[in-house]
């Protein structure tokens, strides 16, 4: 079992720069890649980047590919998302998740979830 929480979200303008983190408790987070989803009202939820178990490797949605950041500490089991240039089509819920690998997280298919985080953003 694994138990994420995410935090950092919040109300910023276009343009500005978040982090979001998301701690994991249970059992070590460095056992399985990580990614950051997001659903905003009305959309299906989506994929937005993941990492592997070491951080070595990580993929992003074309839509955030080059602003966005997506990192790790296994030391601290916390996930990071550096997001910059936000924009106001960013505006959603924000959550985290366990999976196998960055493949699977990429189509979607995650073991744990956490609560997630509102990310608004202003124009």
């Known amino acids: 079992q694994v138990q994420l929480v995410e935090s950092g979200g919040g109300l910023v303008q276009a343009g500005d720069s978040l982090r979001v983190s998301c701690a994991a408790s249970?059992?070590?987070?460095?056992?399985?890649?990580m990614g950051w989803f997001r659903q905003a009202p009305g959309k299906e939820r989506e994929f937005v980047a993941a990492?592997?178990?070491?951080?070595?490797?990580?993929t992003y949605a074309d839509s955030v590919l080059g602003r966005f950041t997506i990192s790790r500490d296994n030391a601290k089991n916390t996930l990071y998302l550096q997001m910059n240039s936000l924009e106001s089509e960013d505006t959603a819920v924000y959550y985290c998740?366990?999976?196998?690998?960055?493949?699977?997280?990429?189509?979607?298919?995650?073991?744990?979830w956490g609560q997630g985080t509102q990310v608004t953003v202003s124009s």
């Open positions: 249970g059992r070590t987070a460095s056992t399985y890649a």
């Open positions: 998740a366990t999976g196998r690998d960055t493949f699977r997280l990429r189509s979607g298919v995650g073991d744990y």
């Open positions: 990492i592997s178990k070491s951080g070595s490797t990580t």
